[in-house]
């Protein structure tokens, strides 16, 4: 009875955790991408900062070896994401629209900087397809 009883208690543990995992997973977006120099190497250390625009909710991360970065855990809306690191022009990107349980790619291309340097890009998506 009592094998019994902690194998009810670890099975009700065990699925809480993996329920809270879940429910996280699923209220949540995620941007990931790679920062790369002008010459297309990565870049390492960059300090990336997503501000949910509405709420000014805000999450930082660092791009690692190999200019990869993950922000994770963010509230679906839309996000400001800005990119910046010494010696190099800061990137400020508007418009990012971010739904549950998404994954959006944003790959940042850096220019070295010459002094106080800001390159802005609003991510919207134009309402013409200039193509036709």
Do not use: C, W
């Not at 900062?49 to 200019?67: C, H, I, Y």
């Not at 220019?111 to 609003?122: H, K, P, Q």
């Amino acid at each position: 009875m009592k094998h019994l009883t902690l194998r009810l208690v670890l099975f009700t543990f065990i699925f809480f955790l993996i329920g809270q995992t879940v429910y996280a997973a699923e209220t949540t977006a995620t941007i990931i991408g790679t920062i790369y120099d002008d010459k297309n190497a990565p870049i390492p250390g960059v300090s990336v900062t997503a501000v949910n625009v509405a709420t000014n909710f805000t999450r930082v991360a660092t791009s690692e070896s190999g200019g990869f970065y993950r922000v994770a855990l963010l509230p679906p809306g839309t996000y400001t994401v800005t990119v910046e690191i010494a010696g190099f022009a800061k990137e400020v990107r508007k418009g990012i629209e971010l739904t549950i349980g998404k994954e959006i790619i944003q790959d940042f291309h850096l220019r070295l900087s010459t002094g106080g340097e800001i390159v802005e890009v609003t991510g919207v998506t134009p309402l013409i397809d200039a193509t036709k």
